[in-house]
Protein backbone atom coordinates (compact mmCIF):
# COMPACT_ATOMS: atom_id res chain seq x y z
CA UNK A 1 0.00 0.00 0.00
CA UNK A 2 1.10 3.00 -0.89
CA UNK A 3 1.89 6.22 1.83
CA UNK A 4 -0.75 8.14 0.39
CA UNK A 5 -3.29 5.36 0.28
CA UNK A 6 -2.15 4.61 3.84
CA UNK A 7 -3.41 7.92 4.48
CA UNK A 8 -6.63 7.79 2.98
CA UNK A 9 -7.37 4.96 4.37
CA UNK A 10 -6.08 6.32 7.91
CA UNK A 11 -7.87 9.43 7.01
CA UNK A 12 -11.45 6.97 6.33
CA UNK A 13 -11.29 4.99 9.04
CA UNK A 14 -10.76 7.65 11.40
CA UNK A 15 -13.96 9.02 9.75
CA UNK A 16 -15.99 6.46 10.20
CA UNK A 17 -15.26 5.58 13.28
CA UNK A 18 -15.73 9.30 14.44
CA UNK A 19 -18.83 9.72 12.81
CA UNK A 20 -21.17 7.54 14.67
CA UNK A 21 -18.95 8.72 17.92
CA UNK A 22 -20.04 12.55 17.19
CA UNK A 23 -23.78 10.78 16.59
CA UNK A 24 -23.74 9.58 20.02
CA UNK A 25 -22.41 12.69 21.66
CA UNK A 26 -24.85 14.98 19.75
CA UNK A 27 -27.74 12.15 21.21
CA UNK A 28 -26.65 12.19 24.82
CA UNK A 29 -26.62 15.97 24.75
CA UNK A 30 -30.12 16.07 23.57
CA UNK A 31 -30.80 13.39 25.65
CA UNK A 32 -29.74 15.56 28.70
CA UNK A 33 -32.06 18.45 27.77
CA UNK A 34 -35.30 16.51 27.72
CA UNK A 35 -34.43 14.83 30.72
CA UNK A 36 -34.00 17.94 32.76
CA UNK A 37 -36.81 19.53 31.15
CA UNK A 38 -38.96 16.65 31.78
CA UNK A 39 -37.93 17.08 35.65
CA UNK A 40 -38.59 20.54 35.41
CA UNK A 41 -42.10 19.85 34.04
CA UNK A 42 -42.76 16.90 36.93
CA UNK A 43 -41.97 20.08 39.36
CA UNK A 44 -44.63 22.25 37.93
CA UNK A 45 -46.87 19.64 38.00
CA UNK A 46 -46.44 18.89 41.60
CA UNK A 47 -46.07 22.61 42.51
CA UNK A 48 -49.58 23.38 40.24
CA UNK A 49 -51.58 21.17 42.88
CA UNK A 50 -50.41 23.01 45.80
CA UNK A 51 -50.76 26.10 43.91
CA UNK A 52 -54.64 25.75 43.16
CA UNK A 53 -54.90 24.72 46.69
CA UNK A 54 -53.25 27.58 47.77
CA UNK A 55 -55.74 29.48 45.83
CA UNK A 56 -58.77 28.23 46.70
CA UNK A 57 -59.26 26.97 43.12
CA UNK A 58 -58.65 22.93 44.43
CA UNK A 59 -60.12 22.35 47.34
CA UNK A 60 -57.66 21.51 50.16
CA UNK A 61 -57.35 18.19 51.03
CA UNK A 62 -54.30 16.96 53.41
CA UNK A 63 -53.32 13.75 51.86
CA UNK A 64 -53.44 14.61 48.26
CA UNK A 65 -50.90 17.44 49.38
CA UNK A 66 -48.39 16.03 50.90
CA UNK A 67 -48.07 13.64 48.12
CA UNK A 68 -47.40 16.42 45.69
CA UNK A 69 -45.18 17.67 48.43
CA UNK A 70 -43.57 13.97 48.31
CA UNK A 71 -43.19 14.15 44.79
CA UNK A 72 -41.34 17.55 44.66
CA UNK A 73 -38.84 16.34 47.66
CA UNK A 74 -38.35 12.93 45.61
CA UNK A 75 -37.70 15.42 42.25
CA UNK A 76 -34.68 17.29 44.17
CA UNK A 77 -33.01 14.22 44.58
CA UNK A 78 -32.38 13.34 41.13
CA UNK A 79 -28.83 12.92 40.10
CA UNK A 80 -28.40 16.57 38.21
CA UNK A 81 -24.97 15.79 36.67
CA UNK A 82 -25.82 14.02 33.36
CA UNK A 83 -28.54 16.84 32.75
CA UNK A 84 -26.49 19.85 33.00
CA UNK A 85 -23.85 18.84 30.77
CA UNK A 86 -21.20 21.36 29.61
CA UNK A 87 -22.26 22.35 25.74
CA UNK A 88 -26.36 22.27 26.26
CA UNK A 89 -26.91 25.87 26.55
CA UNK A 90 -28.76 27.89 24.60
CA UNK A 91 -25.79 28.76 22.34
CA UNK A 92 -25.02 25.79 21.49
CA UNK A 93 -27.74 23.68 21.18
CA UNK A 94 -31.65 24.34 19.73
CA UNK A 95 -34.26 23.06 21.87
CA UNK A 96 -33.05 24.59 25.15
CA UNK A 97 -33.56 28.12 27.17
CA UNK A 98 -30.54 27.18 29.54
CA UNK A 99 -27.93 30.22 29.43
CA UNK A 100 -24.18 29.97 29.57
CA UNK A 101 -24.26 31.58 32.70
CA UNK A 102 -25.27 28.38 34.34
CA UNK A 103 -21.94 27.02 33.51
CA UNK A 104 -19.93 30.29 33.75
CA UNK A 105 -17.15 30.96 35.75
CA UNK A 106 -18.72 32.39 39.26
CA UNK A 107 -21.98 30.98 38.56
CA UNK A 108 -24.53 30.53 41.87
CA UNK A 109 -26.64 27.98 39.89
CA UNK A 110 -25.83 25.49 42.93
CA UNK A 111 -26.95 28.31 45.23
CA UNK A 112 -30.21 28.16 43.39
CA UNK A 113 -30.86 24.53 43.72
CA UNK A 114 -29.87 24.73 47.37
CA UNK A 115 -32.30 27.24 47.49
CA UNK A 116 -35.04 25.08 46.21
CA UNK A 117 -34.10 21.82 48.13
CA UNK A 118 -34.67 24.21 51.54
CA UNK A 119 -37.99 25.58 50.04
CA UNK A 120 -39.05 22.40 49.07
CA UNK A 121 -38.05 20.40 52.44
CA UNK A 122 -40.22 23.44 54.57
CA UNK A 123 -43.16 22.65 51.90
CA UNK A 124 -42.90 19.22 52.62
CA UNK A 125 -43.06 19.76 56.56
CA UNK A 126 -45.96 22.51 56.02
CA UNK A 127 -48.06 20.41 53.16
CA UNK A 128 -49.82 17.81 55.37
CA UNK A 129 -50.38 20.27 58.24
CA UNK A 130 -53.48 22.46 56.90
CA UNK A 131 -54.30 24.94 54.48
CA UNK A 132 -52.73 28.06 56.16
CA UNK A 133 -49.55 26.43 56.60
CA UNK A 134 -49.36 25.53 52.57
CA UNK A 135 -50.37 29.19 52.00
CA UNK A 136 -47.08 30.24 53.90
CA UNK A 137 -44.78 27.96 52.21
CA UNK A 138 -45.83 28.23 48.81
CA UNK A 139 -44.30 31.48 47.99
CA UNK A 140 -40.95 30.90 49.19
CA UNK A 141 -41.30 27.69 46.75
CA UNK A 142 -42.15 29.68 43.56
CA UNK A 143 -40.12 32.11 44.68
CA UNK A 144 -36.93 29.56 44.84
CA UNK A 145 -38.49 28.53 41.03
CA UNK A 146 -38.78 32.00 39.90
CA UNK A 147 -34.89 33.16 40.83
CA UNK A 148 -33.25 30.53 39.08
CA UNK A 149 -35.29 30.94 36.12
CA UNK A 150 -34.45 35.03 36.16
CA UNK A 151 -30.56 34.37 36.30
CA UNK A 152 -30.66 30.74 33.88
CA UNK A 153 -32.92 30.67 31.89
CA UNK A 154 -33.89 33.17 28.15
CA UNK A 155 -36.84 34.28 27.82
CA UNK A 156 -39.45 32.02 25.37
CA UNK A 157 -39.31 32.73 21.84
CA UNK B 1 -31.04 50.20 20.23
CA UNK B 2 -29.09 49.68 17.12
CA UNK B 3 -31.36 50.67 14.94
CA UNK B 4 -32.41 53.52 17.25
CA UNK B 5 -29.36 54.71 17.59
CA UNK B 6 -28.55 54.74 13.67
CA UNK B 7 -32.14 56.19 13.23
CA UNK B 8 -31.13 59.15 15.78
CA UNK B 9 -27.56 59.89 13.51
CA UNK B 10 -29.64 59.78 10.22
CA UNK B 11 -32.22 61.98 12.25
CA UNK B 12 -29.48 64.56 13.49
CA UNK B 13 -28.34 65.28 9.83
CA UNK B 14 -31.92 65.73 8.62
CA UNK B 15 -32.01 68.21 11.60
CA UNK B 16 -29.30 70.40 10.66
CA UNK B 17 -30.44 70.20 7.38
CA UNK B 18 -33.68 71.29 8.18
CA UNK B 19 -33.06 74.20 10.99
CA UNK B 20 -32.33 73.55 14.72
CA UNK B 21 -35.67 74.74 15.84
CA UNK B 22 -37.08 71.33 15.86
CA UNK B 23 -34.46 69.98 17.92
CA UNK B 24 -35.56 72.31 20.66
CA UNK B 25 -36.32 70.68 24.08
CA UNK B 26 -40.20 71.19 24.69
CA UNK B 27 -41.50 71.77 28.50
CA UNK B 28 -44.61 71.27 30.43
CA UNK B 29 -46.74 73.75 31.19
CA UNK B 30 -45.69 74.28 34.66
CA UNK B 31 -48.99 75.70 36.39
CA UNK B 32 -50.32 72.34 35.99
CA UNK B 33 -47.99 71.07 38.55
CA UNK B 34 -47.91 73.93 40.46
CA UNK B 35 -51.05 74.06 41.74
CA UNK B 36 -51.07 70.20 42.64
CA UNK B 37 -50.04 68.81 46.13
CA UNK B 38 -48.65 65.53 46.00
CA UNK B 39 -49.27 62.51 48.34
CA UNK B 40 -46.57 60.20 49.14
CA UNK B 41 -48.92 57.30 49.70
CA UNK B 42 -50.75 57.69 46.53
CA UNK B 43 -46.94 57.79 44.95
CA UNK B 44 -45.72 54.52 46.62
CA UNK B 45 -47.96 52.73 44.29
CA UNK B 46 -47.05 55.15 40.59
CA UNK B 47 -43.71 54.21 41.90
CA UNK B 48 -44.22 50.89 42.03
CA UNK B 49 -46.33 50.69 38.97
CA UNK B 50 -43.37 52.75 37.01
CA UNK B 51 -41.02 50.15 37.95
CA UNK B 52 -38.48 53.04 38.50
CA UNK B 53 -36.72 50.69 41.06
CA UNK B 54 -35.70 48.31 38.29
CA UNK B 55 -33.91 50.54 36.74
CA UNK B 56 -32.69 53.13 39.31
CA UNK B 57 -30.97 50.57 41.95
CA UNK B 58 -27.51 49.33 42.20
CA UNK B 59 -26.99 46.25 40.51
CA UNK B 60 -24.98 44.77 43.88
CA UNK B 61 -28.10 45.70 46.39
CA UNK B 62 -29.61 43.52 48.55
CA UNK B 63 -32.98 42.36 47.60
CA UNK B 64 -34.68 44.59 51.22
CA UNK B 65 -32.52 47.49 49.72
CA UNK B 66 -34.24 48.10 46.65
CA UNK B 67 -35.69 51.37 47.29
CA UNK B 68 -32.21 53.02 47.79
CA UNK B 69 -32.10 54.76 43.82
CA UNK B 70 -28.60 55.11 43.53
CA UNK B 71 -28.25 54.14 40.08
CA UNK B 72 -25.58 52.72 38.45
CA UNK B 73 -27.13 49.86 36.46
CA UNK B 74 -25.70 49.91 33.00
CA UNK B 75 -27.36 49.13 29.99
CA UNK B 76 -25.13 47.87 27.13
CA UNK B 77 -25.62 48.48 23.19
CA UNK B 78 -23.53 48.70 20.38
CA UNK B 79 -23.11 52.31 20.59
CA UNK B 80 -21.90 52.67 24.40
CA UNK B 81 -23.19 52.20 27.61
CA UNK B 82 -25.61 54.21 29.72
CA UNK B 83 -25.82 54.03 32.99
CA UNK B 84 -28.82 55.08 35.51
CA UNK B 85 -28.21 57.92 37.50
CA UNK B 86 -28.98 58.83 41.20
CA UNK B 87 -32.60 60.12 41.91
CA UNK B 88 -32.19 59.84 45.15
CA UNK B 89 -33.44 63.30 47.08
CA UNK B 90 -29.78 64.20 47.94
CA UNK B 91 -28.85 67.79 47.02
CA UNK B 92 -25.01 67.35 45.49
CA UNK B 93 -25.94 63.67 43.77
CA UNK B 94 -29.63 63.29 43.49
CA UNK B 95 -32.39 65.56 42.45
CA UNK B 96 -32.40 66.98 45.81
CA UNK B 97 -32.41 70.81 44.23
CA UNK B 98 -35.05 69.49 41.92
CA UNK B 99 -38.59 71.17 41.67
CA UNK B 100 -41.84 69.56 41.28
CA UNK B 101 -42.11 71.02 37.50
CA UNK B 102 -38.28 70.09 37.34
CA UNK B 103 -39.51 66.27 37.74
CA UNK B 104 -42.65 66.44 35.92
CA UNK B 105 -40.30 67.66 32.58
CA UNK B 106 -37.99 65.18 32.87
CA UNK B 107 -40.88 62.41 33.28
CA UNK B 108 -42.97 63.58 30.67
CA UNK B 109 -40.88 65.87 28.41
CA UNK B 110 -37.75 64.04 28.58
CA UNK B 111 -36.09 67.33 29.46
CA UNK B 112 -33.68 67.98 32.05
CA UNK B 113 -33.55 71.02 34.41
CA UNK B 114 -30.62 72.47 31.86
CA UNK B 115 -32.53 71.78 28.90
CA UNK B 116 -31.25 68.59 27.87
CA UNK B 117 -33.23 65.77 25.82
CA UNK B 118 -32.74 62.62 27.97
CA UNK B 119 -32.10 59.67 25.69
CA UNK B 120 -35.09 57.17 25.78
CA UNK B 121 -33.48 54.15 27.51
CA UNK B 122 -35.67 56.51 30.25
CA UNK B 123 -39.00 55.26 29.32
CA UNK B 124 -40.54 59.23 29.19
CA UNK B 125 -42.37 58.25 25.72
CA UNK B 126 -44.87 55.82 28.01
CA UNK B 127 -44.77 57.99 31.58
CA UNK B 128 -45.85 61.23 29.20
CA UNK B 129 -49.65 59.25 29.83
CA UNK B 130 -49.38 59.70 33.36
CA UNK B 131 -52.06 62.35 34.47
CA UNK B 132 -50.40 65.12 36.08
CA UNK B 133 -51.97 64.24 39.70
CA UNK B 134 -49.92 60.71 39.36
CA UNK B 135 -46.73 62.86 38.73
CA UNK B 136 -47.03 64.84 41.92
CA UNK B 137 -47.70 62.14 44.02
CA UNK B 138 -44.50 60.09 42.62
CA UNK B 139 -42.53 63.21 43.18
CA UNK B 140 -43.71 63.55 47.07
CA UNK B 141 -43.36 59.42 47.71
CA UNK B 142 -39.07 60.19 46.69
CA UNK B 143 -39.21 62.57 48.85
CA UNK B 144 -39.62 60.05 51.25
CA UNK B 145 -36.69 58.15 50.31
CA UNK B 146 -32.96 57.83 51.67
CA UNK B 147 -30.68 59.72 49.61
CA UNK B 148 -27.15 58.55 48.61
CA UNK B 149 -24.07 60.16 47.72
CA UNK B 150 -23.29 58.05 44.88
CA UNK B 151 -22.21 60.04 41.93
CA UNK B 152 -23.63 59.44 38.27
CA UNK B 153 -21.51 57.62 36.25
CA UNK B 154 -21.37 59.82 32.29
CA UNK B 155 -22.67 57.76 30.05
CA UNK B 156 -20.26 55.89 27.62
CA UNK B 157 -22.14 56.76 24.46
CA UNK B 158 -19.65 58.14 21.47
CA UNK B 159 -19.86 60.22 18.84
CA UNK B 160 -22.74 61.28 17.32
CA UNK B 161 -24.65 59.28 19.49
CA UNK B 162 -23.42 61.44 21.98
CA UNK B 163 -25.05 64.65 20.91
CA UNK B 164 -28.65 65.24 22.95
CA UNK B 165 -29.59 67.53 20.63
CA UNK B 166 -30.55 65.48 18.10
CA UNK B 167 -33.15 63.36 20.22
CA UNK B 168 -34.93 66.67 19.91
CA UNK B 169 -36.31 65.12 16.21
CA UNK B 170 -36.96 61.40 17.13
CA UNK B 171 -38.88 62.72 19.87
CA UNK B 172 -41.13 65.01 17.81
CA UNK B 173 -41.85 62.16 15.50
CA UNK B 174 -42.20 59.09 18.42
CA UNK B 175 -43.26 60.49 21.65
CA UNK B 176 -46.74 60.41 21.15
CA UNK B 177 -48.74 60.44 24.16
CA UNK B 178 -52.45 59.83 23.10
CA UNK B 179 -53.94 56.49 24.46
CA UNK B 180 -52.99 53.72 21.53
CA UNK B 181 -56.10 51.59 22.03
CA UNK B 182 -59.28 53.49 21.04
CA UNK B 183 -63.11 52.32 21.46
CA UNK B 184 -65.44 51.85 24.23
CA UNK B 185 -64.23 50.52 27.18
CA UNK B 186 -65.08 49.47 30.56
CA UNK B 187 -64.36 51.40 33.17
CA UNK B 188 -61.55 48.52 34.61
CA UNK B 189 -60.41 48.30 31.08
CA UNK B 190 -60.07 52.50 30.73
CA UNK B 191 -57.78 51.52 34.51
CA UNK B 192 -55.94 49.08 32.79
CA UNK B 193 -54.99 51.06 29.45
CA UNK B 194 -53.88 54.20 31.92
CA UNK B 195 -51.82 51.89 33.83
CA UNK B 196 -50.54 49.82 30.69
CA UNK B 197 -49.86 52.09 28.08
CA UNK B 198 -48.45 55.09 30.40
CA UNK B 199 -46.81 54.10 34.05
CA UNK B 200 -46.35 50.33 33.81
CA UNK B 201 -44.84 51.35 29.99
CA UNK B 202 -45.77 47.22 28.96
CA UNK B 203 -45.60 48.42 25.48
CA UNK B 204 -41.99 49.13 25.97
CA UNK B 205 -40.79 45.48 25.71
CA UNK B 206 -43.35 43.96 24.49
CA UNK B 207 -44.20 46.08 20.95
CA UNK B 208 -41.64 45.80 18.11
CA UNK B 209 -40.21 49.05 17.22
CA UNK B 210 -39.62 50.54 13.61
CA UNK B 211 -36.61 51.07 11.72
CA UNK B 212 -36.06 54.15 13.30
CA UNK B 213 -36.54 52.95 17.07
CA UNK B 214 -39.78 54.11 17.73
CA UNK B 215 -42.53 51.93 19.18
CA UNK B 216 -44.81 50.40 16.19
CA UNK B 217 -48.06 50.88 17.19
CA UNK B 218 -49.55 49.12 14.73
CA UNK B 219 -47.99 46.20 16.51
CA UNK B 220 -48.64 47.13 19.56
CA UNK B 221 -47.91 44.43 22.48
CA UNK B 222 -47.46 42.21 19.25
CA UNK B 223 -44.04 40.88 20.43
CA UNK B 224 -40.68 42.02 19.94
CA UNK B 225 -36.93 40.19 18.91
CA UNK B 226 -35.39 40.74 22.45
CA UNK B 227 -32.70 43.22 22.46
CA UNK B 228 -30.89 41.94 25.09
CA UNK B 229 -29.59 39.01 22.55
CA UNK B 230 -32.01 35.53 22.29
CA UNK B 231 -35.11 34.96 21.92
CA UNK B 232 -37.95 37.07 21.87
CA UNK B 233 -40.49 39.20 23.86
CA UNK B 234 -43.95 37.66 24.12
CA UNK B 235 -47.40 38.74 21.90
CA UNK B 236 -49.47 39.38 25.26
CA UNK B 237 -52.74 40.17 22.84
CA UNK B 238 -55.50 37.71 22.94
CA UNK B 239 -54.00 36.54 19.07
CA UNK B 240 -50.90 35.27 21.51
CA UNK B 241 -51.89 34.91 24.87
CA UNK B 242 -55.51 32.99 25.44
CA UNK B 243 -55.22 32.97 29.43
CA UNK B 244 -58.31 33.86 31.51
CA UNK B 245 -57.97 37.51 32.97
CA UNK B 246 -57.59 35.54 36.39
CA UNK B 247 -54.53 33.53 35.06
CA UNK B 248 -52.83 36.94 34.13
CA UNK B 249 -53.35 38.58 37.56
CA UNK B 250 -52.09 35.30 39.14
CA UNK B 251 -49.19 35.93 36.68
CA UNK B 252 -48.47 39.81 37.62
CA UNK B 253 -49.25 38.64 41.28
CA UNK B 254 -46.95 35.37 42.03
CA UNK B 255 -44.94 34.86 38.49
CA UNK B 256 -46.77 31.66 37.99
CA UNK B 257 -48.18 30.90 34.32
CA UNK B 258 -51.23 29.06 34.22
CA UNK B 259 -49.18 25.44 33.59
CA UNK B 260 -47.08 26.80 37.21
CA UNK B 261 -44.18 27.79 35.26
CA UNK B 262 -42.65 30.95 36.60
CA UNK B 263 -41.50 33.84 34.81
CA UNK B 264 -37.92 34.83 34.32
CA UNK B 265 -35.63 36.85 32.54
CA UNK B 266 -36.89 41.14 32.98
CA UNK B 267 -40.72 39.80 33.42
CA UNK B 268 -39.34 38.15 36.65
CA UNK B 269 -38.10 42.11 37.66
CA UNK B 270 -41.50 43.63 36.63
CA UNK B 271 -43.20 41.20 38.10
CA UNK B 272 -41.47 42.33 41.76
CA UNK B 273 -43.16 45.65 41.20
CA UNK B 274 -46.84 44.23 39.75
CA UNK B 275 -46.73 41.55 42.86
CA UNK B 276 -47.02 45.18 45.05
CA UNK B 277 -50.11 46.71 42.63
CA UNK B 278 -53.94 46.10 44.48
CA UNK B 279 -55.62 43.24 43.17
CA UNK B 280 -58.03 45.75 41.76
CA UNK B 281 -55.09 47.03 39.46
CA UNK B 282 -53.60 43.88 38.30
CA UNK B 283 -57.61 42.87 37.59
CA UNK B 284 -57.59 45.86 35.42
CA UNK B 285 -54.41 45.50 33.31
CA UNK B 286 -55.77 41.86 32.55
CA UNK B 287 -59.16 43.18 31.77
CA UNK B 288 -57.56 45.95 29.50
CA UNK B 289 -54.65 43.07 27.70
CA UNK B 290 -57.99 41.23 26.82
CA UNK B 291 -59.71 44.55 24.77
CA UNK B 292 -56.44 44.94 22.42
CA UNK B 293 -56.45 44.26 19.20
CA UNK B 294 -55.17 40.72 17.98
CA UNK B 295 -52.06 41.21 16.38
CA UNK B 296 -51.32 37.56 14.58
CA UNK B 297 -47.57 35.89 15.25
Known amino acids: MSYITKIASVAISAIVISTPVFAQDAKVLEAAVKARQAQMTLYAFNLGLLGDMAKGKVEYDAQKAQAAASGL?????????????????????????????IWAEGSDVGEKSKALKAAVAAMDEAAG????????????????????????????? | MNKFFKSVLGLSLIASAAGLW??????????????????????????WTGGCASCHTAEDDAQDDRILLSGGKAFVTDFGTFYAPNITPDPAHGLGGWSAVDFANAMQAGVSPDGKHYYPAFPYTSYARLNPQDVVDLWAFMQ????????????????????????????????HPEPVVTGDLTAAQKRGQYLVEGPAHCGECHSPRNSMGGIDYTRWLGGAPNPSGKGTIPNITPAALDWSEADIAEYLSSG????????????????????????EDRAAIAAYLKAVPRISQ
Request: hydrophobic residues 35%.
Open chain 1, 73 to 101: TALTKLDGSRMWLPGTDNESLENTRALPA
Open chain 2, 144 to 175: TLPPSEVANRPHDVSFPFSIRRGLGVWKVLFS
Open chain 1, 129 to 157: QGLEPLKAAIGGLGGACGACHKAYRAPKS
Open chain 2, 256 to 279: FTPEYDSAGGEMAEVIENTARLSD
Open chain 2, 22 to 47: ITAPRTVPAETFTSLTGDATRGEQVF
